[in-house]
Nanobody, 127 residues
């Protein structure tokens, strides 16, 4: 059974850093795409960053240069390091996963549907 659980959210001042963690296990796949998504009140959920099984990361434009996604498959854990946080980063952050199928270019891309989700962790950034 697939299980994902986030931790590391909190309330910080603008400019601060936070690291989100997601323990992810139980996948019935050989390779897994992992991602972080967020949803602010009154807004649609958006992809923040995704990483493929080779460690290649992709980011939404608003977080490039500030956020870093990384995975440690030995620990069944992946991370989102968030630096220079801004008030508009405030949201519920969710970790998510999907199968990465061989032979499909950019199969971990943010435009694909991620099917496994954690419960979310709140990030609040005050000015």
């Amino acid at each position: 059974q697939v299980h994902l659980m986030e931790s590391g959210g909190g309330s910080v001042q603008a400019g601060a850093s936070l690291t989100l963690s997601c323990v992810a296990s139980g996948f019935p796949y050989d390779r897994v795409c992992l991602g972080w998504f967020r949803q602010a009140p009154g807004k649609e959920r958006e992809a923040v960053a995704v990483v493929d099984s080779a460690g290649g990361g992709q980011y939404v434009a608003s977080v490039k240069g500030r956020f870093t996604i990384a995975r440690d498959d030995d620990k069944n854990t992946f991370y989102l390091q968030m630096n220079s946080l801004r008030p508009d980063d405030s949201a519920m952050y969710y970790c998510a996963a999907k199968e990465e199928m061989a032979g499909i270019v950019n199969h971990c891309g943010m435009h694909y549907r991620y099917v496994h989700w954690g419960q979310g962790t709140q990030v609040t950034v005050s000015s």
